[in-house]
């Protein structure tokens, strides 16, 4: 397939938008399969994981292929939920080009805003497919007007539903000034005629707006529209090519995908105009040095970038990747640079959801799978030894919500440290740590679902079953005051014994400045061969904690006298002092709990901004401000994270689901006193020598 031939585009857009029920009628239209399936009856060729079709929604990136006006079609299905953001971000990576679903009904929502947002970063054309006008009070003026509002009167609607509601299947063709009416069988099979009375004239008004958009988009075919006031079919084909590209114009489209209705034409632009690997020849990575180097189409060395990895039962690790120049081979030799490591290419497909075409060979431009591969993930640049080159990776939103994970069966912990680290592997927005503070194995992701999806995946194919729990919060302990403290370890029990006696000063040092040690011994009353072993015991009672069984943090302590035995004085003995010393200066040093506070980001609808602040005072957080981001609202605060376990689903809840939400930790401060007694209350320190 030549390469201007080749069409690489994701459909990407909030939730409940239609992007599965669209490319299934792409596929549908153009003879890949028979009939339409449908989310509900969980047939698509999309959504084919297990999870997806019990839960009935988009959960990873799905890549299928057809054939249109002889072009190759490469079609990017992502989800819609903000959980699964970066399978979204993933395909955006490697497309020539976006179209944006809207609700017809909802029109505009956060989902929207945000993938937005994404493929202008990658600067990608845009087109956008207003979607469900069967929909029953869908008003297509008011919608245009309010993504004009949002993205300016450079879009512009290539055609216009005439009979929206209920049996829509008449749409007004802007480019071929035409009514076309569609059968009602999703077939998207249609007839053309004759634009007539009203919907003539307005249909020749819109026709000759799309002209001057196209050429102001071209010096030379502004000159041709000067002289007569027209252009030709051909000028206007590559007017309008050259236009998308530029985003002088973002073309919108109308659909009902569920039943067929305008995806023909839909493809029909996309055959003709839309972005091919030419319009994006080379792009820009680096070498081995770090230096950066143009990677060109026409580059006879593969460069290939890996944007999605999964292991898919029967068949293995899939990696997903799109060749940037030269071509790729069964059995060839590739270095994956990221990894420094030699990589045989295995079985290579091109496939259509769980549909699996094997291929010999995938050449430039083109998107493909390639089966087990030794140690390749998400966001690797695969390319030959003599040429190595890294392709830039996505930068990923950070998680914003997490959980303690508790093994249901004991014996599994290798497995389990082998699941999360495969989870992550294939999805950058999962993240998993051991907090040793707390001693537990936290996971953390972009919501409820996404966490409860991976842990799904775990017992299904790692067959590692967990319960999440909340996290223990890292509370920590800290002093107020001065103190001092002397004690005396002395212990015989027949043999040898043991003696020591330190003597302490403790203060407050300043936040975040951890524990600082020093002794100002003088004289010869404690030899200084001890000052580790006091040192030593000091810092174990700082990592179990004095007050609550929390980590000590922020105290000076000055070892500045004691006493020793010249047989009975040993290492053991002054670490034991130094601890016991520690620990009553300690409670002596008016001692106080610090909690951790957490910066939030609330994004939502003006509508929206009362509830969530409401409910951010009621949690104790503290307003820092609230700024505009174009149409929506972005409240700053800072809440104690013992408030926030789960907040992501709260604030969703509280909005409509209508809302971005980040948080990350920000500072310690102390405790109000009836928490912290209530915390202390329940503290049973462990019995010791």
Not at 407 to 423: F, I, P
Not at 451 to 479: G, S
Not at 562 to 579: L, N, T
Request: charged share 25%.
């Amino acid at each position: 397939m030549p390469l201007n031939r080749i069409r690489n585009f994701a459909l990407v857009g909030h939730r409940g938008s239609g992007k599965t029920t669209l490319t299934e009628a792409m596929l549908a239209t153009s003879g890949v399969i028979s009939r339409m399936g449908s989310v509900e009856q969980s047939n698509t060729v999309s959504d084919y994981h297990q999870d997806e079709q019990k839960r009935k929604i988009s959960i990873h990136s799905s890549i299928t292929h057809t054939e249109w006006l002889d072009k190759k079609l490469n079609i990017i299905d992502t989800p819609g939920y903000l959980d699964f953001i970066s399978e979204a971000l993933s395909a955006l990576r490697v497309v020539d080009f976006a179209i944006v679903t809207i609700d017809a009904s909802s029109g505009i929502e956060v989902g929207t805003e945000q993938v937005w947002n994404y493929a202008s970063s990658f600067d990608l054309p845009k087109v956008i497919v207003v979607n469900g006008f069967d929909k029953e009070n869908t008003d297509f003026e008011a919608i245009l007007a309010k993504i004009r509002a949002r993205w300016g009167n450079r879009v512009f609607p290539m055609n216009i539903p005439m009979n929206p509601g209920p049996g829509f299947n008449q749409v007004l063709d802007v480019m071929r000034t035409e009514v076309v009416t569609y059968a009602k069988d999703q077939s998207g099979k249609f007839t053309e005629t004759k634009a007539d009375g009203e919907w003539g004239a307005k249909v020749k008004t819109l026709h000759k707006e799309l002209i001057e958009w196209v050429a102001e988009a071209d010096d030379s075919l502004m000159e041709k529209f000067f002289e007569s006031e027209s252009l030709s079919e051909d000028d206007l084909r590559g007017g309008v090519h050259a236009a998308v590209q530029s985003q002088s114009f973002i073309p919108l489209f109308v659909t009902s995908a569920s039943n067929n209705i305008g995806v023909a034409r839909l493809l029909d632009f996309i055959s003709k105009y839309g972005s091919s690997p030419v319009d994006r020849e080379t792009v820009l990575g680096e070498d081995a040095g770090g230096n950066p180097v143009e990677i060109h189409l026409e580059d006879k060395d593969p460069v290939v970038f890996v944007f999605k990895t999964i292991a898919e039962q029967h068949v293995g690790d899939l990696s997903f990747f799109r060749v940037y120049s030269g071509r790729v081979e069964t059995g060839m030799d590739l270095y994956n640079a990221d990894r420094g490591i030699n990589e045989k290419v295995g079985q290579l497909y091109v496939v259509n959801g769980k549909s699996r075409d094997l291929v010999k060979c995938l050449e430039n431009g083109d998107i493909g799978a390639v089966v087990k591969m030794k140690d390749t993930h998400t966001g690797n640049t695969l390319c030959t030894p003599g040429r190595q080159i890294k392709l830039p990776k996505v930068d990923y939103p950070k998680p914003n919500i997490q959980s303690a994970v508790h093994l249901t069966n004991s014996g599994d912990e290798e497995r389990v440290g082998a699941a999360l680290t495969s989870l992550h592997e294939e999805d950058p927005t999962f993240h998993f740590r051991n907090d040793e503070e707390t001693h537990e194995t936290i996971i953390s992701g972009l919501g409820d679902l996404h966490l409860q999806v991976a842990c799904q995946a775990m017992a299904e194919r790692f067959n590692v079953n967990v319960e999440l729990k909340p996290p223990r919060i890292p509370f920590r302990e800290t002093i107020r005051g001065k103190a001092e403290a002397k004690y005396r370890h002395k212990k015989q029990s027949g043999g040898a014994g043991q003696f020591a006696e330190v003597w302490i000063r403790i203060e407050p040092a300043p936040r975040d400045s951890g524990i600082d040690f020093k002794n100002s011994l003088v004289g010869q009353n404690v030899d200084r061969v001890f000052v580790p072993s006091v040192e030593k015991g000091v810092k174990k009672a700082c990592k179990t904690g004095v007050l609550a069984g929390y980590t000590v943090v922020d105290v000076k302590i000055d070892f500045y006298d004691g006493k020793m035995h010249p047989v009975d004085s040993k290492d053991v003995a002054f670490q034991i002092a130094g601890e016991k010393a520690f620990r009553e200066g300690f409670m002596a040093a008016k001692p106080c709990l610090l909690e951790p506070i957490h910066r939030i980001s609330v994004t939502v609808p003006e509508d929206c901004v009362g509830d969530v602040m409401g409910d951010i005072s009621a949690k104790g957080g503290r307003i820092q401000g609230i700024d505009t981001d174009n149409n929506l609202q972005v409240i700053t605060a800072l809440i104690p994270q013992r408030e926030l376990y789960h907040y992501s689903t709260r604030v969703r809840s509280l909005t409509g689901g209508k809302c971005l939400y980040t948080e990350e930790l920000d500072h310690y401060e102390e405790m109000p006193n009836a928490v912290a007694q209530s915390i202390i209350s329940a503290f049973k320190p462990e019995s010791s020598d």
